[in-house]
């Protein structure tokens, strides 16, 4: 069983940047798959960037590639997602993710934890 705590959400103008947080509880990270997705008001949960493995490719959603950059903290259970250049687009609650075996990583339907996510709304 994993627990999962985002934190570092908040209100930013545009073109500013927060770093956001996810720390597990419960198992180790280390063999699973993590993910961070965001859920804009009156859409579906969409993929944001998600990586595999410790040192392994990180995968992007092509409207943050440039802009967000994930990153992993294996020894203290924790993921980042550092957002740069936020853009009023960019407004969602943003969730952790994390999954054992994925076929797809951008499939909402095959993870099996996530955390109660922390809101991030980018100011025009």
């Known amino acids: 069983q994993v627990q999962l705590v985002e934190s570092g959400g908040g209100l930013v103008q545009a073109g500013g940047s927060l770093r956001l947080s996810c720390a597990a509880s419960g198992r180790s990270f280390n063999s699973y798959i993590v993910a961070w997705f965001r859920q804009a008001p009156g859409k579906g949960r969409e993929f944001v960037a998600g990586n595999r493995w410790s040192g392994g490719t990180t995968y992007y959603a092509d409207s943050v590639k440039g802009r967000f950059t994930f990153s992993r903290d294996n020894a203290k259970n924790t993921v980042y997602l550092q957002m740069n250049s936020l853009k009023p687009e960019d407004t969602a609650l943003y969730y952790c993710?994390?999954?054992?075996?994925?076929?797809?990583?951008?499939?909402?339907?095959?993870?099996?934890?996530w955390g109660q996510g922390t809101q991030v709304t980018v100011s025009s």
């Open positions: 993710a994390a999954g054992f075996t994925i076929q797809t990583m951008a499939d909402v339907n095959e993870y099996n934890y």
